[in-house]
């Protein structure tokens, strides 16, 4: 069992899924249109208060020449596109771009960076960061560093009414114009890696609801052949009954009465199917629970034959305890048993512990193991990491993590808590190595999370 992980129940193709290429077209363009109001409004309001209140000397016309190309922008797009069309990723950058050019106007028009709203350079930037690519996150941000760069040296100077120079020295001038450029590039790594992030755990987290939910299809079918064996018991027995009525009436007719013992055979043979596939009509609330060694052994059962021997020990301790059946443990625990058969070269232990406190499931291979350096990222979505020569020979296993993922979060939702590491040293040569050498995972329940027992009584079937 070793990293990459495969992502267990979906396609390889998810293999080389990037979480942004289904986020590039989450911008609305209505979102966009009203931040653009927003600085409108802000820009003339700058511009009235220092014009009337400061007595700074502006170029009124060029200005509000800058800020009127915004609002007309603004007003195309309302009155042409569809508010809430979600843009393209190359419609997006256009828009941030325009915001960025119509703001270096105003910014040249009004003292260059010794203007303190020069700081406003970093949000096109940081919005491209948040929600595009990273090449489109690069285009903008070049073009917001070049445009600082041309106001920093090219600009119309500030002026008092009077006459009087506005300005900073150049050593703070050359601070600010460092400062917007560290914070372009500092805020987008930062932005951009936040936001990945965040799209991947969504991802993950939707991934971990259709498994949950897949899981819990099966278990409410198996409720449905429940309920289907109850209701046809009754017509089995009635059927049952007349050719067992028509067996005594036909003993003097050979050829009919070896036709009435088949009906007779048939109805019971009927009975003992919808017997073994269920006894109880309704949600039989004894089925919810079962023995730890059951409910380990039905997580591992789908891969009992796929020529890695399973070897499950629920140990010699006394009073196995009951817990819950709930999809989360089975399917989180059937995960974690894929991974390892897949990885393994010829065996897979399961253990079962447990005392008055703890329940503990340990799964071991002797496969190569853990990368030591994924070690501590084992569990987070989308991982990847360097490909190995398991994932040369199957590239369906380059594998991004998102299985372990799956598994992690389903059991911490039952209370569980999950270790991973390394049965011997991974540097160890293969005669070194002992026979249980592969990875190791190790679920801990509180007893009391998933054990039935403590419930008492679980009250009457309901129906369905």
């Known amino acids: 069992m070793s990293l990459p992980v495969p992502q267990t129940g979906y396609s390889a193709k998810a293999q080389d899924h ?4 289904d986020h590039k077209h989450w911008v609305r363009l209505r979102t966009l249109i009203l931040l653009r109001w927003m600085a409108v409004a802000g820009q003339l309001a700058a511009i009235f208060v220092a014009w009337r209140f400061y007595d700074i000397h502006l170029e ?3 200005c509000l020449m800058a800020v009127g190309t915004a609002v007309l922008a603004n007003l195309a797009a309302i009155f042409v596109i569809p508010q809430s069309r979600r843009l393209t990723e190359t419609e997006t950058v256009l828009m941030l771009l325009f915001d960025t050019v119509q703001l270096a106007v105003l910014i040249f028009l009004t003292g260059g960076l010794s203007n303190p709203f020069a700081l406003l350079f970093l949000a096109p930037s940081t919005i491209a960061a948040t929600s595009l690519r990273m090449r489109a996150t690069v285009l903008v941000g070049m073009v917001t560093i070049v445009l600082v760069t041309l106001v920093a040296f090219v600009h119309l100077p500030l002026r008092t009414k009077a006459g009087d120079i506005i300005g900073v020295p150049d050593l703070f001038g050359f601070g600010f114009w460092l400062a917007i450029v560290i914070g372009v590039i500092f805020l987008g790594q930062y932005a951009h890696r936040v936001a ?3 799209h991947s755990m969504g991802d993950a987290l939707l991934a971990t609801q259709m498994a949950l939910a897949r899981e819990q299809k099966l278990t409410d079918l198996g409720g449905v052949v429940a309920a289907a064996a109850h209701e046809l018991g009754t017509p089995l027995a009635t059927i049952k009954l007349v050719s067992t009525e028509l067996v005594a009436d036909l ?3 050979p050829e009919l009465l070896q036709d009435a013992e088949l009906i007779r055979e048939q109805a019971d043979r009927c009975r003992d199917i919808l017997r073994s596939m269920g006894k109880a009509g309704k949600d039989d609330l004894h089925l919810r629970s079962a023995p730890l060694g059951a409910v380990v052994a039905e997580a591992a059962e789908p891969h009992s034959q796929r020529g890695i021997a399973l070897h ?3 140990g010699t ?3 196995q305890p009951v817990i819950f059946r709930r ?5 989180g625990l059937r995960n974690l048993i894929q991974n390892a058969v897949d990885f393994a070269k010829s065996d897979v232990w399961i253990e079962v512990e447990w005392n008055s406190e703890r329940i503990m499931i340990r799964i071991v291979d002797n496969g190569r193991g853990y990368p030591p350096l994924l070690i501590g990222r084992i569990g987070d979505p989308f991982m990847r990491g360097k490909r190995s020569e398991t994932s040369v020979e199957r590239p369906e296993y380059d594998s991004m993590g998102l299985g372990l993922f799956i598994a ?6 039952t209370g569980a808590s999950l270790s991973f590491f390394n049965a011997a040293d991974p540097f160890l040569s293969e005669d070194e190595h002992p026979a249980r050498s592969g990875a190791v995972v190790e679920v801990t329940w509180p007893r009391r999370e998933i054990e039935a027992d403590r419930m008492g009584a679980l009250g009457e079937n309901q129906q369905f």
């Not at 990037?18 to 290429?21: L, Q, Y």
């Not at 999809?327 to 399917?331: D, G, K, V």
């Not at 992690?408 to 939702?413: D, F, G, P, S, V």
């Open 251 to 253: 003993s003097d007719q």
């Open 317 to 319: 301790a006394p009073d």
């Open 196 to 198: 990945s992030e965040i």
């Open 312 to 314: 499950i020990d629920t």
């Open 327 to 331: 999809p989360e443990i089975i399917h």
């Open 60 to 62: 009124l016309v060029y």
């Open 408 to 413: 992690k979060t389903l059991l911490e939702r």
């Open 18 to 21: 990037n979480p942004r290429e």
